[in-house]
């Protein structure tokens, strides 16, 4: 079982990203799948999320009207479109999976079974 993502680079402020996590190994259409990010010396921290049963979308305070999560089962992937990229959105992105059929998104990453190996953004200023 594999999460793989990709789509990270360095941007300059104001402009966009779509990250990309593709799984492997096992179809992730009854999970719900999670976006996190980790800076320097810092803690990882939930991102974004999106539910398996209803698609419904969460977003930590600092992203929401920039960041769009959404899933695309048939190709057994999520995406992550960043838009008006700040420098303080720096941090290595990480997307999770959390078991089949949990009912409520969680924010805490210590609930995720399943992890990507993280794609790097940087936004200059």
């Known amino acids: 079982v594999q999460l793989q993502a990709s789509g990270g680079g360095l941007v300059q402020a104001g402009e966009s990203l779509r990250l990309s996590c593709v799984a492997s190994?096992?179809?992730?259409?009854?999970?719900?799948m999670g976006w996190f990010r980790q800076a320097p010396g810092e803690a990882r921290e939930f991102v974004a999320g999106i539910r398996w049963s209803d698609s419904s979308t969460y977003y930590v305070d600092s992203v929401k009207g920039r960041f769009t999560i959404s899933r695309d089962n048939a190709k057994n992937t999520v995406y992550l479109q960043m838009n008006s990229l700040k420098p303080e959105d720096t941090a290595v992105y990480y997307c999770a999976a959390d078991r089949d059929y949990v009912w409520s998104l969680s924010r805490d990453p210590g609930r995720y079974d399943y992890w990507g190996q993280g794609t790097l953004v940087t936004v200059s200023s």
């Open positions: 190994g096992r179809t992730f259409s009854d999970s719900n």
